[in-house]
C-alpha cells in the first residue's frame, strides 16, 4: 500500500466551517463569478474569506461536493417562496407609478446602486479620500461621508481641514433623505474617485520605517546617520523630524523631562501642550515641582485659545532644543516605545 499524498495528508478532516464552506464555494465556481460574489462583500468579510482562500490546500472531493451540496440546500431554502425580480417589479412599478417613482421605491426596497461603488472606496487611503471632496461644497462632502463606514468616514473628517470640520458633521447630521440630483452629483464624484483610485499609490511610511530600524540596531548609530547624510542630508533631515515628535516626550525618564523643562521658557509649554496627548501634558506636569507646575496652569488659563499654527511651531521649536540637548549629550532620549520587564 502506498503512503498517502501530501495534499491529501492535508486535507481537511473535520467538517468544513461555514467561511470554509463559502472559500470552497468560491474556490469551485472560476474566478469571473467569485470575483462578482466578492465585489458584494464588505471589507472585513472579504478579508476574512479570501484569507481562508489562501489557506486551503488538499481539499477532499467529499468535502467539495458536500459544501456545494450545502451551498445548493441553504438556495432552495432561502428561494422557496419565488419572490418578484427586481427586472419584475422594475417593469410593473413602471406602468402602476411611472418610472422616476418606481426608480424611487426600488431604491428603497434594494439599495441605491451607488452603495456598491462606495464600498470599493473602503480600501482608499483616508487622506486620499479626504484630498478627493476637500474641494467639493460641504454638503456634498456630508453626503459622501454618508455612505461610508463610520470608522472610515471619521478618518476623513479627521484628514479633512480643520477650520472645517465643524460644519460638515453638521451637514451629516441633518441628512435625513437625499434627492436624485444630489445622489446624481455624488455618482459623479465617486466615479471620478474609482477612475484615479486604480493609480493611487500604497502609501508608505518610508521615513518613520527607515526611523524606527535605525534607532533598533545595536551598537553606535551616530557614525550610521552621519554615513547616511554624506549620501542624502535632506533625507536624514527629515528623517530626525520624524524622530522627534512631540509625543515622544511622553515616553522619556523623569531626569530628561526635568532637563529639558529647564531649558525650555515656561511660555512655550504653556503653548505647545494646548490640545496635547493627556500623556505628555501628564508627564511634563509631574516633573516640574508643585509651585511651578501651579504656575504653569495659571499660565495656561490665562493665555486662551492659541491658533493650531502657533501651536505647531512651538512645539517643534521644543523639539529641536530636545534634538540639541541630545546631541549635546546632555539626555539619552528614547525615540520609540521599548518594551519592559518587571
Known amino acids: 500500500m502506498t503512503e498517502p499524498s501530501n495534499a491529501v495528508a492535508e486535507a481537511v478532516v473535520a467538517p468544513p466551517t461555514p467561511i470554509e464552506r463559502a472559500a470552497i464555494v468560491l474556490l469551485s465556481m472560476g474566478e ?8 458584494c462583500l464588505s471589507r472585513e468579510e ?28 441553504d438556495y432552495r431554502e432561502q428561494s422557496g417562496v419565488h419572490g418578484a425580480s427586481r427586472s419584475y417589479l422594475q417593469r410593473s412599478l413602471d406602468l402602476a407609478l411611472g418610472r422616476e417613482v418606481a426608480g424611487s421605491v426600488l431604491d428603497t426596497l434594494y439599495g441605491d446602486a451607488i452603495r456598491p461603488k462606495m464600498a470599493r472606496l473602503q480600501w482608499a487611503a483616508p487622506r486620499w479620500l479626504a484630498d478627493q ?9 456630508a453626503v459622501f461621508l454618508a455612505f461610508l463606514p463610520s470608522a472610515l468616514a471619521g478618518q476623513v473628517v479627521e484628514a479633512l481641514p480643520a477650520d472645517g470640520r465643524d460644519r460638515v458633521l453638521l451637514n451629516v447630521a441633518r441628512l ?12 459623479v464624484l465617486v466615479d471620478r474617485c474609482l477612475a484615479s483610485f486604480s493609480t493611487q499609490a ?14 533598533r540596531l545595536p551598537g553606535e548609530r551616530q557614525t550610521l546617520v552621519e554615513q547616511l547624510r554624506a549620501h542624502d542630508p ?5 528623517m530626525e523630524v520624524s524622530l522627534y515628535d512631540f509625543g515622544i516626550l511622553a515616553r522619556q525618564t523623569e531626569a530628561n523631562i526635568t532637563r529639558i523643562i529647564e531649558a525650555v521658557p515656561l511660555e512655550q509649554w504653556a503653548v505647545a501642550l494646548k490640545g496635547c496627548e493627556p500623556a505628555v501634558r501628564d508627564a511634563v506636569l509631574q516633573s516640574m515641582p508643585r509651585r511651578q507646575a501651579q504656575a504653569f496652569e495659571d499660565t495656561m488659563r490665562r493665555s486662551g485659545p492659541v491658533p493650531l499654527s502657533r501651536v505647531e511651531q512651538t512645539r517643534q521649536q521644543i523639539m529641536a532644543q530636545v534634538k540639541a540637548l541630545a546631541d549635546a549629550g546632555e539626555i539619552e532620549v528614547q525615540l520609540f516605545a521599548e518594551a519592559v520587564v518587571e
Open 46 to 73: 472579504l478579508l476574512e474569506v479570501t484569507q481562508v482562500m489562501s489557506r486551503l490546500s488538499g481539499i477532499k472531493v467529499e468535502t467539495v461536493r458536500l459544501s456545494l451540496q450545502h451551498f445548493f440546500d
Open 176 to 187: 435625513k433623505e437625499i434627492d436624485r440630483e444630489l445622489l446624481a452629483d455624488l455618482d
Open 234 to 238: 535632506e533625507v536624514v533631515a527629515e
Open 202 to 215: 500604497t502609501a508608505v511610511e518610508g521615513l518613520r520605517q527607515a526611523a524606527e530600524i535605525l534607532n
Open 133 to 141: 471632496i476637500a474641494h467639493e461644497h460641504v454638503r456634498m462632502q
Open 32 to 39: 469571473e463569478p467569485a470575483a462578482a460574489v466578492l465585489r
